[in-house]
């Protein structure tokens, strides 16, 4: 029986891998993607709470994030399906002077790239966001068109158009090696078959190391635990995406939002991180992230918690994405490493893929693949990841 050949094998149908399959197929190639799990959305995506914002400090997220907005905003009136995206903006609130100074520096870099983002002074942050707590607030940046959409029902309907033109999806199978002629990737190796192709794309998300181990390749993505929960519904009284940067003891940055159901969803960031990959909930992360919340926002108090959950952030040494031409093996592709915002930056970092991989890339490409680079040094932190 012969082998089947494609155009391009993507590992992973994730947030990264579905809108990725999804863009190469637009420009006309024949894709297959290969998923460990049972059907897309499977690994982290589920697991993530929809936040989607270009304001971040380093370029090359600004302008992914950017293309990754106009996807998400666009979609329901381009494609018909509905995926609950919510311009509902995103605040950065700052109680002490470290956080004030911080995002208030933050603004020019943001602002050269375009983005629609101000400092708002405490009573205007108030009009704004009146449930915050007043006492010591010093004000907070707003940006009105970052915004929020359901992941799953994203993934799904990337997923539906992917297979509308013409992606071949292969569940349920775990990629074990790649098949190479010398230095060339010519196919995939899976625990039920293989495949044949000249492209591959490695969107393996918390598991890309285990991706690129089994072809004889590295990655420094290293997956961490972090947890989300979400309430009962609640009468509509929060717009923006809040964000808190203040580090705690036990936490860093902790977020929260109010989806269209009335319910608020919400996630914290572990300092130390939890580095590994077990996904079971935890006893310590409610009463953490429930004391921080209400000290910022009180009329929080009273809301029951439906559920909690566990879920994994693929880190790099440098809080940026891996994305890129493999230097050690031709035809393989780096699209890793997301940091946590896969969802946010998985249409840009698709469209991107897709233009990279059919050689038409864009002017400011080159920019954002220098700084994504699989080959860069790693050094530093991006401010606000």
Known sequence: MSTATYDAIVIGAGSVGMPTAMYLAERGLKVLVVDQFASPGQGSNKCAIGGIRATHSAPAKIRLCLDSLRTFSTWEQAHGDHIEWTPGGYCFVAYREHEERLLQDLLKVQKSYGLNIDWYGREALLDRVPSLSPEGLRGGTFSPEDGSASPMLSCLAFHRRARALGVTCRFGERVTGLIRRRAQVVGVRTDKGGYASETVINAGGAWARAVAQAGGLDTPVVPDCH????????????????????????????????????QVIFCITPDPPLVGSDRRETSAFLPMVARRMVDLMPRLANLKVRRTWRGLYPMTPDGSPVVGRSHALEGYVHAEGMCGQGFMLGPGVGALVARLVTRVLQPADEAVLAELSPSRAFGGTEALK
């Open 227 to 262: 947890e989300a929960g979400i309430t009962e519904p609640a009468a509509r009284f929060l717009d923006p995406m809040v964000v808190d940067i203040r580090p705690r003891p036990g936490s860093h940055n902790y977020y929260f939002c109010q989806l269209k159901g009335g």
